[in-house]
């Protein structure tokens, strides 16, 4: 089993939809969550990070955590074309035995005009 | 502007040949690590450090070694670089603590023939 698992995709999605990309990871005592937006050949780049259970909101974006579930994931209100990317999911239990942040493989998304 | 810098942003060379990858942080972080990234595997962690002459291993060490003889500087060295060892790499740095965020350089494409 994969420490971080998320559906590889192509996820598509029309403009203006939703978009809704999961993530599950395997470490019952991982504290932090993040969610990266990687375009093709860049850097990954932050743009959410949650860490108790619940909804955590920052504009069109939402992550969703559920320890018990050990599931994280991430909303995306009013896709946008510039939204097409691949996000990654990434775990951290910095701190502990690990010490270090555990990416999944992305979900690549794809908005259509 | 606060950011890390990986040079040289593109790479080719060929089998056996020793090379450097040089990153370079701004922001004081303590903690720095390298990143390769492959198609279908993500992001792996190949080497970590948390402080100055404090380096360790992550999951995919084999052919690469580190020093952090300054705070700022990470180099990457492959002594003798092999045709697997072709990714993109990409430094990253954060200060210490479970929810800080992880800042990522630009990335370096490395060929080997």
């Known amino acids: 089993q994969k420490e971080v698992e998320q559906n590889s995709g192509p996820l598509s999605v029309p403009e203006g939809a939703i978009a809704s990309l999961n993530c599950t990871y395997s470490?019952?005592?991982?504290?932090?969550f993040f969610w990266y937006r990687q375009y093709s050949g860049k850097s990954p780049e932050l743009i959410m990070s949650i860490y108790s259970n619940g909804d955590k909101e920052d504009g069109r974006f939402t992550a969703q955590l559920n320890k018990a579930s050990q599931y994280v994931s991430l909303l995306i209100r009013d896709s946008q074309p510039s939204d097409s990317a691949t996000y990654l999911c990434?775990?951290?239990?910095?701190?502990?035995?690990?010490?270090?942040?555990?990416f999944g493989t992305g979900t690549l998304l794809a908005v259509q005009p | 502007e606060a950011q890390v810098t990986q040079n040289p942003r593109y790479l080719i060379t060929v089998t056996g040949k020793k090379l450097t990858v040089t990153c370079s942080q701004n922001?004081?972080?303590?903690?720095m690590s390298w990143y390769r990234q492959d198609p279908g595997l993500g992001l792996r962690q190949i080497y970590y450090?948390?402080?100055?002459?404090?380096?360790d291993k992550g999951d995919v060490p084999e052919g690469y070694k580190v020093s952090r003889k300054e705070k700022r500087n990470f180099p990457l060295i492959l002594e003798s670089p092999s045709p697997n060892q072709t990714s993109l790499y990409f430094c990253a740095s954060r200060l210490q603590g479970a929810k800080e965020k992880l800042f990522f350089g630009s990335g370096t494409q490395l060929s080997v023939l």
């Open positions: 450090s948390m402080n100055v002459e404090v380096t």
């Open positions: 470490d019952r005592v991982s504290q932090s």
């Open positions: 990434a775990v951290s239990n910095y701190g502990g035995a690990t010490n270090k942040l555990i």
């Open positions: 922001m004081n972080h303590e903690y």
